[in-house]
């Protein structure tokens, strides 16, 4: 059972682990999961909420210097990816390669080859796009609150995505580690975390609508997942992640076009 203290260092260690942001002074203790490493799963999604401060921080420097607005989208883009070490993305185009072969062992092999495939190169190039497009269609006074639904929907996405599904490796690495962590608990603190957030700073109609955008990509992604490999992994989550935050910032987009 986590501790108090735990819980204390849990959000710092959620940062630690979701982004490239140096956060020092954490205790060694508070990584057991009787320390904070268990809690901070419940603090992922208010990791986005950073991450996407920080993307809309750089938005509103774009805006500020006057440049075009594809400029602006895609050093939004590049911000979040940054801040992060596109530690996400590349789980996306490693799912894209384990798309092509039509084992479930082969598939598995290519996934976890760190190369960057066709299928993987494509994907990339898809998700950025349509990300810059979607950053490109929204006001200004509606970008930072996409964002951050964005943002904070695709890290919750992780934690039922991981109750739901079984881990498709035998061998279980450091990813299937953080999954085989998540509880009920810390889903509940998570979801109530994000739906909190998402209804105040947008509403509930609206908070609504982008909620039920991220479960029903969660849904299919979760059933490819299951029968092309059998399950997840951590590749599978962050490719999930993207693409929820890509979903959710199309359908802000076309709420608030």
Not at 24 to 35: I, L, N, Q, S, T
Not at 58 to 78: D, E, F, K, M, Q
Not at 123 to 150: D, F, N, R, Y
Request: proline share 3%.
């Amino acid at each position: 059972m986590t501790t108090v203290k735990g819980w204390l260092w849990a959000p710092l260690i959620a940062v630690q682990f979701l982004t490239r942001i140096p956060i020092r002074g954490v205790p060694d203790w508070a990584y057991d999961e009787a320390g904070g490493k268990r809690a901070a799963l419940a603090f992922f999604p208010a990791v986005g909420i950073l991450v996407a401060t920080i993307a809309a921080a750089v938005y509103a420097a774009g805006l500020a210097l006057g440049l075009n607005s594809w400029a602006i989208a895609i050093l939004t883009v590049t911000a979040s990816a940054v801040v992060t070490g596109a530690f996400h993305e590349d789980g996306l185009a490693d799912t894209c390669d384990a798309l092509g072969p039509h084992s479930r062992e082969d598939a598995l092999r290519v996934m976890r080859d760190s190369r960057i495939g066709t299928f993987g190169g494509v994907g990339l190039w898809m998700l950025l796009t349509l990300k810059a497009s979607a950053i490109m269609s929204l006001t200004p006074s509606h970008l930072w609150g996409a964002m951050v639904a964005a943002h904070m929907l695709a890290r919750w996405s992780s934690l039922p995505m991981s109750m739901a599904l079984p881990y498709a490796r035998e061998a279980k690495g450091a990813n299937a580690g953080i999954a085989a962590l998540v509880t009920g608990r810390e889903t509940l603190i998570a979801t109530l975390i994000t739906m909190c957030v998402v209804g105040a700073w947008l509403s509930v109609t609206a908070g609504a609508i982008l909620f039920l955008c991220a479960i029903l990509t969660m849904a299919v992604t979760g059933w490819l997942y299951r029968n092309k490999f059998g399950g997840i992994t951590g590749d599978c989550l962050g490719a999930t992640n993207q693409l929820v935050e890509v979903v959710t910032l199309l359908a802000a987009a076309r709420l608030w076009h």
